[in-house]
């Protein structure tokens, strides 16, 4: 059974940071392409961040300088570091894992929240 767990979403104030992480099981972790999406209220939802199974990660413009997403392919773990949050970058935070073989293994989080308000 695939599991996807993130964690530490929650309140923060415009200019802070938080981490997300997102606890991975069921699947050959290494092997897998990871990525964080986010959906706003009333918004489609959008990747934000995403690595890949060498390690090589991409930003959305909107992110870049200030998010920054991380493996640990020893404890099946992906982060994604966000600093200098703003309140725009409020949304449900979703983990995906994807691998592609004979065809596309597609898995996702329940999501977090994250809340950027003074």
């Known amino acids: 059974q695939v599991q996807l767990v993130e964690s530490g979403g929650g309140l923060v104030q415009p200019g802070g940071s938080l981490r997300l992480s997102c606890a991975a099981s069921?699947?050959?972790?290494?092997?897998?392409?990871m990525s964080w999406y986010r959906q706003a209220p009333g918004r489609e939802r959008e990747l934000v961040a995403e690595?890949?199974?060498?390690?090589?990660?991409n930003y959305v413009e909107s992110v870049k300088s200030r998010f920054t997403i991380s493996r640990d392919n020893a404890v099946n773990m992906v982060y994604l570091q966000m600093n200098s949050l703003k309140p725009e970058d409020t949304a449900v935070y979703y983990c995906?894992?994807?691998?592609?073989?004979?065809?596309?293994?597609?898995?996702w989080g329940q999501g977090t929240q994250v809340t950027v308000s003074s």
């Open positions: 995906n894992a994807r691998h592609t073989a004979w065809t596309t293994f597609d898995y």
């Open positions: 069921g699947i050959t972790f290494r092997t897998y392409a």
């Open positions: 690595i890949s199974s060498s390690g090589t990660a």
